[in-house]
């Protein structure tokens, strides 16, 4: 079977021939999507695809390919897929959690799993220390049987550092400043700044682990009840598609400035009357009559 041809645009910094594909269950959705992961380097990529539909082709050196599309491929938290695949295998009623053995977790193939994908995930060692130091409590059975349990405390105080409004891009920020308004004090401009850091990490979630992020910033009511007092640009915020986790600029409203009309002189006024009890030039010529 041939192999297809695709056109992957990768970071500066990733050696693109190093990289092999994986599918995982998206953290935020459940769907199996497309990753990219470089195990030298323990980085996780996630694949956007932008679909030229059709109207525009990738020319190589001696390749030609009809599809105009490319996938962008950015670095992703591998914490987000181990809590998503954590969370599944360990999740035992509301709020209730059991240990699980995380190597058992190799041999499911059934739904959204594929093993050959969660084997290169959890043959980074790195990144799977990282990860269960920062979301699990862990036992050591024997010498070769490690089990896990989600520690909900681990999770929160993790998913609450993702949101340090010093992390905001710059962009976004001063979108968050211009949104508020002249006037707005600087504990509002952080809480801001958190809810604005907290929506973005939200993309990379369950609703249960967003429910539960959300329930810890109080502050999030509080923000929203005064924007509306701040200026009238919060109203007029335009957001992107869910997929982009990106906030629009805000666009005010353009006025609409009605053209007010210049009184007319006592002159002009005699002049208006006069043309419409004048004729035209036309009536002084009678037609002549067809042969």
Known sequence: MACQRKVLLVPKQQNGKALEQLRLPSPHTGELSSYYVDTQTETILEAAVVDMKGKRSWLGRDWVLGNGSAAILTPV??????????????MSGDDEWRFVDIDGMLLES?????????????SMKDSRKRALDALCVVRQISSDTQVVKLDVLKIIAWLKRKCDAARLPKTLSLAVVASLG????????????????????????????????????????????????????????????????????ATPNAAKTVKQEKPKTAKEKQMEIAAKKSKSITSFFKKKAAP
């Open 110 to 122: 059934h739904g959204n799993t594929d093993p050959e994908s969660i084997r290169l995930l959890f």
């Open 182 to 249: 002249v006037g707005a004090n600087d504990e509002l401009i952080r809480q801001a700044e958190t809810r604005e850091m907290a929506l973005l990490v939200s993309e990379y979630l369950s609703e249960y682990w967003t429910n539960r992020l959300f329930a810890e910033f109080d502050g999030f009511v509080r923000v929203c009840q005064n924007e509306s007092s701040q200026t009238k640009l919060a109203q007029s915020m335009v957001f992107d598609l869910p997929e982009s986790y990106t906030q629009g600029i």
């Open 77 to 90: 938290d591998p914490l987000f897929i181990y809590l998503a695949l954590l969370t599944k295998a360990s």
